[in-house]
């Protein structure tokens, strides 16, 4: 009887583990099949969603000749975190380019949107970087859900880089920024061999970089690098920090030759 007793209690508790077992199966799947709608839900509550959606419906609306019209948004939401916007900018053809960091890691969690012409339209990861290595992303959206007027544009893309002292534009969807190349030998010695392609001023993660004369997209804004000043004292050279240069990681290499334009 008491071995009876306890082979049954040994099969009583293996079915108690099988079934939370399975329970806990269901929960994770549910939580993972959910999350995405959960995600969706909270970020559209956010009010700077609401008003970075609203810069993207202004910015369509720019000039023919603005280069603001380029300008979109990508968000995300990781479980349990708070939903991060950053910038990007249109190629054509449903093709959106913006920062590797950006996006993060784990994009297939993550809900991944991008906010353009007013719209809020689900996105797909084509190519991806190391945020150390290019630092750039492209992203993929339904073209027949953006207005005729993107559907038929193409954003060119430059060719040649431009050297310091040419003039560029940093674009995101509430304007754009005037800004200048500038020499490498503006930074320290240890940055300049990764990070060579600098402009004068900051933009946020993911503005786009223009060729303000022939109005191509040079590079997407990727992080800050620290800047240095030159004086002499005496027979002496001092370098001393002087704030930030903008690097921006240059496009036409990472971009597929079927989305240069």
């Known amino acids: 009887m008491p071995w009876a007793l306890t082979h049954r209690t040994r099969a009583n508790m293996a079915k108690r583990f099988l079934i939370a077992g399975f329970l806990l199966t269901v929960a994770t799947a549910c939580v993972l099949l959910g999350w995405p709608f959960a995600a969706a839900f ?18 369509v609306l720019a000039p023919d000749d603005s280069l603001q019209i380029y300008a979109a948004n990508v968000m995300h939401a990781a479980p349990l975190k708070a939903p991060f916007i950053g910038n990007a900018i249109y190629l054509g053809s449903g093709k959106i380019i913006t920062a590797a960091h950006v996006i993060g890691r784990w ?33 993929s959206v339904d073209q027949s859900r953006l207005p005729i007027s993107l559907q038929l544009r193409r954003n ?24 200048q190349i500038i020499s490498p030998d503006l930074i320290p010695a240890r940055y300049r061999a990764n990070f060579y392609s600098l402009t004068k001023d900051l933009g946020r993660s993911g503005s786009g970089v223009f060729n303000v004369e022939r109005k191509c997209l040079l590079g997407i804004m990727s992080r800050r690098i620290p800047k240095v000043s030159y004086h002499k004292e005496g027979r002496n050279i ?24």
Not at 157 to 178: D, S, T
Request: charged content about 20%; aromatic content about 12%.
């Open 42 to 59: 909270y970020q559209r509550s956010t009010a700077s969603y609401q008003t970075q959606l609203g810069a993207t419906e202004k910015a």
């Open 107 to 139: 994009p297939l969690f993550k809900n991944l949107r991008v906010l353009i012409a007013g719209q809020d339209l689900p996105a797909e990861v084509i190519k991806l970087s190391e945020f150390d290595d290019a630092d750039l992303a492209l992203l």
């Open 156 to 179: 060119p893309i430059c060719r040649e880089p431009l050297m310091p002292g040419a003039n560029v534009a940093i674009v995101a969807p509430e304007g754009a920024m005037p800004s």
């Open 238 to 261: 001092v370098i001393q920090p002087d704030g930030f240069a903008g690097y921006f990681a240059p496009v036409f290499d990472f971009i597929p030759p079927e989305f240069r334009f």
